[in-house]
């Protein structure tokens, strides 16, 4: 019988699997790895998979710290998580410390000017969690210079400590490649930040900075793909749980002629004859008109009872068309689910189908999806 035959299922036209035993499994696996405490990074909805299921099953199973982009986030996660600590990445906008106060979140302060206006906050009296500092060593997109992070830092009164300091950090510009001497410099920089603040937990470690070699854990680590099932170490194999699986389902199966033009603009034309199945999904769903396969670039594809299906023309608004002239019979028939993720079809492998990295497939997956959460 077919997933979408059932009543959960019917009217859709795919389904999204979360296995939230996997993601809690990553996020151990990952504590263990730093022997440390391990927050969880869940910006962009969880990484597509949903705040409120992720952060409960996380805080569920011991995770004390969160990390999101944006104080909607952070207002969605608290809801689901009392007594969490939750940092805002994306900084302190103007006139927003009441919503932070209100909700008992903490900003990731990265410039002055934002300093200046969270220690006015609290030396007016409000009451509020410790702040997290943002110091930049390396991106030059959020964060002090590293200059003016020590620099506060020797000032034994003034804006640091009137602004509450709890946790100082910086983010990693390319940890998943282990030789970049990028690496080497900014563990250098870092470590120099975090001894001149001294009692003040620190972060570092981003997913793939739990495997670089020789990479000091400090107090807290920010996990964040890879709880998703991402790969940390790419090129090699990768050590996460999956987490996400995407089937939809065939529309309709015909069998066309050697010269047939396909989809939009005729981009794909046939060899020879072949069978092709429509499936119920598109770059309205989140998957990238990127993957389309076009008769000079290659694309993505679909398995198709285990067969690797490629599909063939353009990614459309709804609708994808894979070639499943050697798929089994059984499998290739209007009403079957195919795989869009999961098997040999993992991030990187979608990814790069789809001529983009796996976090923007992850981040992209759509509403209108039947959405399944299992494993807990």
Known sequence: MSPFDTPENAGHGAILTVDLAALVAN??????????????????????IGIEPAVTALAKAGCKSFFVAHLSEAIRARAVAPDATIYVLNGLAPETGGAYAEHDLSPVLGSHEELLEWAGFRQSGAKVRPAALHVDTAMNRLGLWPGEGLDLAREKSGVIAAAGIGLVMSHFAASEVIDDPANARQISAFAEIAAAFPGVSASLLNSSGHFLPGCPSYQ????????????????KPNPMQPVVGLEAQILQVREVEAGTQVG???????KGRRKLATICLGYADGYPRNASWTD??????????????????????????????????????????VTLIGGE???????????????????????????HYVGL
């Open 345 to 371: 079809l993992d991030l990187e492998a979608v990814g790069a189908g789809a001529k983009t990295i796996g976090y923007e497939i992850l981040t992209s997956l759509g509403r209108r999806h039947a959405r």
């Open 264 to 270: 939009y603009n005729g981009t794909w034309t046939a």
């Open 27 to 48: 996020w151990r696996m990952l504590k263990q790895r730093a022997g440390t405490e391990a927050a969880a990074v869940v910006k962009a909805n969880a990484y597509g």
């Open 220 to 235: 807290l680590t920010r996990p964040g793909y890879a709880l998703y099932g991402g790969n940390p170490t790419p090129g």
């Open 296 to 337: 000079r670039s290659q694309g993505g594809s679909a398995l198709v009872g285990g067969v690797r299906c490629p599909f063939v023309g353009t990614v459309s608004m709804d609708l994808i068309i894979i070639d499943v002239s050697e798929a089994p019979a059984e499998a290739a028939k209007r009403g079957s689910a």
